[in-house]
């Protein structure tokens, strides 16, 4: 596609970017131009299987109220888990879906999930219940709410990342609470569009309950030492670095 022949030549920083500059690369993604294709695809098939729309209505109501609880499980167990570096076979893919990000949060190019983690895992999770639902009309709407809201959570992560304060009072708590995951402790404040997950498990925290800023919060606990026993991520990396992001870039206003 052109939108990924483009970002092979040029890396984009949200940091040094403004909202028309994000819009710009957001679209010309070529992650978010599949995303598109696909959720068009998807209706279109939906709209030929559901059987009673408001199965299908369900279908979409059911899998945007689990999604969050999604996304949690994902972020804090698969993500920030500790057992997929200790592995030569799964240690790329864990460096690829989260190491890279804490390392460099407003690199675009590795905020944005990869295609081959994102759309299978998107089936996986709102694709059953949907077909519980209504068959395999109410899975593939199912699957186009998730593509949906997956699309949302990549923007409002890109405007996370933006070097500006949002004037939206929500915008502006969201952006303060992803900060504070990525630039204070690590293991808390998981969510992205909202974090009334993290309150219902306990994850949630205010500033003013961190003491200190984590040593691991860049590194999600791999480090040199780790580094000796499992060595596929720093052999990747180019070794470990304890004071990443490259000490790495100011965090954004409003952080």
């Known amino acids: 596609m052109l939108g990924k022949s483009l970002y092979r030549q040029k890396s984009h920083y949200?940091?040094?970017?403004g909202i028309k500059d994000l819009n710009?690369?957001?679209?010309?993604?070529?992650?978010?131009?599949?995303?598109?294709?696909?959720?068009?695809?998807?209706?279109y098939l939906s709209y030929l299987l559901i059987t009673d729309w408001r199965l299908g209505l369900l279908s979409v109501l059911v899998n945007a109220?689990?999604?969050?609880?999604?996304?949690?499980?994902?972020?804090?167990?698969?993500?920030?888990?500790?057992?997929?570096?200790?592995?030569?076979l799964t240690a790329n893919f864990w460096k690829r879906i989260h190491y890279d990000h804490h390392q460099d949060p407003h690199h675009l190019e590795v905020l944005f999930g990869a295609l081959y983690t994102t759309l299978p895992s998107v089936a996986l999770t709102t694709m059953p219940f949907g077909y519980a639902i209504d068959g395999w009309g109410g899975a593939?709407?199912?699957?186009?709410?998730?593509?949906?809201?997956?699309?949302?959570?990549?923007?409002?992560?890109?405007?996370?990342?933006?070097?500006?304060k949002p004037k939206n009072r929500i915008l502006?708590?969201?952006?303060?609470?992803?900060m504070m995951h990525h630039f204070l402790e690590e293991n808390g404040n998981y969510g992205i569009?909202?974090?009334?997950?993290?309150?219902?498990?306990?994850?949630?925290?205010?500033?003013?309950?961190?003491?200190?800023r984590s040593p691991t919060?860049?590194?999600?606990g791999y480090t040199a030492e780790e580094a000796e026993k499992y060595p596929w991520v720093a052999n990747?990396?180019?070794?470990?670095?304890?004071?990443?992001?490259?000490d790495k870039r100011q965090a954004p206003q409003g952080s």
């Not at 919060?217 to 999600?220: G, M």
């Not at 990747?236 to 490259?246: A, C, E, F, I, Y």
């Open 217 to 220: 919060v860049n590194n999600l």
């Open 140 to 164: 593939i709407i199912g699957y186009m709410t998730g593509l949906v809201l997956t699309m949302v959570y990549e923007y409002v992560h890109c405007i996370q990342h933006l070097n500006f």
């Open 24 to 43: 710009r690369a957001y679209f010309t993604h070529y992650t978010v131009q599949v995303y598109i294709v696909l959720t068009l695809i998807a209706g």
């Open 193 to 212: 569009t909202n974090f009334a997950v993290d309150k219902l498990f306990g994850t949630f925290y205010e500033r003013s309950e961190v003491k200190g």
């Open 65 to 88: 109220v689990l999604f969050p609880f999604f996304w949690y499980i994902t972020h804090r167990f698969i993500m920030h888990g500790r057992w997929l570096w200790k592995s030569p």
């Open 236 to 246: 990747l990396s180019g070794g470990v670095d304890s004071r990443s992001p490259r």
């Open 14 to 17: 949200l940091n040094k970017m």
């Open 172 to 178: 502006r708590d969201l952006k303060e609470r992803h």
